[in-house]
């Protein structure tokens, strides 16, 4: 009850992208939730995500799973999934974690979704 | 030292509740924010694990989580009713292994044992594993040290406003 | 049935820790925010005249305070140490003296019977008093219907999300 | 430590008006550094008070018991507790133990300071 999810379409020369705002306490009980979202976009062809996190207040380890599989979910279709984040207290818990090597982490949203390297 | 004890059904819409107890009694306690927000997410680590090896093996029992505040610092001890754990840290991975069953489709994706521990690791300095005293389950016990008070500053935590 | 269960020291501190496991009980459970901001307020009272008692009869004892969730409702039960009081309502009361012994100097003016009293009949339907398992202290009991869930609602805090 | 307290002076054709701007939670644990305050201020001669309840999140029996207590003194001065309150659910605390009866209240700080009834 405490995560709340809203998708919308971008656009940019790199192509379309689906920007995923996440807000509120991502955790070992609301990161289902995610998980089916992130599921849904893939499984409706939607391979090129950009997870807005600057509305998240908590993250845990479930939520970080979720997102790695994700990840795992758009490259197996050749798509990204690429981050929003600015929040220092966040991107702490995926530098403790090792995912800054893992995900692509922008700090706004236009960003994320003109990227393509 | 002021001892608060909480018991909570081992499902996770629950851990919420952990955390809110445990971070209620470090702000008490006088840890700064910055710490307060590592002990956070460190008990949920902690309290989710729990959950995880109670929905394997003793989802009717429930989770006990221990705060014990001193003037020297804060102590949360997680006790769960999974099997008996050996007092190597590793074996604190027991509680993180996937348990839903789903053989490997993907779906099961949420539980990262590697990604909680490397978290907790990463959190907390003084993490201490041990068997549950009734001889079955695991305490997980978290501490963190407090600054020395400043005499005239805020009152010790022992003592009621009067 | 979720049943959550917290032993705090009796401090007037620990009482807003108290509040908040209950409003996250209560918002689990689906009670509207009109309902949580009453029952914040009700389950603060009851723990603050059992805090109350404690400091004048048990200081050592902890209060414990039980939270049973079933589709129907929410209870909370508030268990002091005091001394064992009759099945009156009224007997409420005898957490609220005054204890601060100061004689009626007006220092002692914060301690309100008779408000928390009014605030208590005011905000919640369903209370009830008894004696402690233990046959000494007292039980203060609160209960919240719940309104019957709705098909295709939001699910059953029974069940974990999956 | 959740409640804020902080006070000014102000003047107005009825005279001199302390104004105390409370906020966070006034409960059991926090109500006695509420009283502390309006004792100070009745001990050093000021017996018009106006309490700013705008910020208040949480108010409990002890909390009224202080206020009860602060309007006591001051009446002992011939002086005034005047509160400011437009936010429903403590109007409501205020109204279930009659307190409105007891209590001047008013929907803005320049109000409260103006009135002389
Ligand atoms: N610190 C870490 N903890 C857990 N998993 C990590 C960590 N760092 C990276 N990963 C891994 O990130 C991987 C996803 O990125 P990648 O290495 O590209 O995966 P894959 O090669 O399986 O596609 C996941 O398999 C995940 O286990
Ligand atoms: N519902 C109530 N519960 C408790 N006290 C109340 C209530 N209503 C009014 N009071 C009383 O308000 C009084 C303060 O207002 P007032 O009647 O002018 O007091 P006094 O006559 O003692 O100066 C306090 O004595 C307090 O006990």
Known sequence: ??????????SSPAGDRTVVVVGGEIDVYT????????IDLVSSG???????????EFLDSTGLGVLVGGLKRVRAHEGSLRLVC????ILKIFRITGLTKVFPIHSSV???????D | MAVVELLLPSSPEHVRTARL??????????LGDATVDE??????????RAVGLHRAHAPEQRVAITVTDDPTGLAVAVTDAGPPAGPAVDDVAGGFVDDSGDGGDGAGDEVAPDLSLALLAGLVDDVEVGSADQGTGTTVTLRWPLPPRVPGGPPSTAAAPQ
Chains 1, 4 share one sequence.
Do not use: I, N
């Open chain 1, 86 to 89: 600015t929040q220092e207290r």
């Open chain 1, 1 to 10: 009850m405490d995560l709340s999810l809203s998708t919308r379409s971008e």
């Open chain 2, 21 to 30: 107890v445990v971070v209620a009694a470090a702000r008490r306690a006088g």
């Open chain 1, 110 to 116: 236009d960003e994320a979704v003109a990227a393509t």
């Open chain 2, 39 to 48: 002990l956070r997410l460190a008990v949920g680590e902690a309290c989710a």
């Open chain 1, 46 to 56: 939607q391979y090129h995500l950009v997870v807005d996190m600057e509305g998240v």
């Open chain 1, 31 to 38: 990161a289902p939730k995610l998980r089916e979202q992130l």
